[in-house]
């Protein structure tokens, strides 16, 4: 998990893109579901994407931790 976490982050912008990436896909989803009550991800899409959020959020949660307590 450490070598996935040091990958991401090797990478300039992939952080970012993929959290609100994710973030987004999935907001659009349930906007089409409540307004357009349509299906707008597939159920085999939907699932990595909640794993990407929630490993994203972990990620920056560890981070945010280690600085605190660096300062």
């Given at each position: 998990?450490?070598?996935?976490?040091?990958?991401?982050?090797?990478?300039?912008?992939?952080?970012?893109?993929?959290?609100?990436?994710?973030?987004?896909?999935?907001?659009?989803?349930?906007?089409?579901y409540i307004v357009?009550?349509?299906?707008?991800?597939?159920?085999?899409?939907?699932?990595?994407?909640w794993i990407i959020?929630?490993?994203?959020?972990?990620?920056?949660?560890?981070?945010?931790?280690?600085?605190?307590?660096?300062?």
């Amino acid at each position: 998990m450490k070598k996935l976490e040091e990958f991401i982050y090797s990478v300039k912008y992939l952080p970012q893109t993929l959290y609100f990436g994710s973030l987004g896909l999935i907001g659009y989803d349930f906007y089409c579901y409540i307004v357009n009550e349509t299906e707008f991800l597939n159920p085999f899409l939907r699932f990595p994407l909640w794993i990407i959020f929630f490993l994203m959020s972990g990620f920056g949660v560890e981070r945010y931790n280690k600085n605190k307590k660096k300062k």
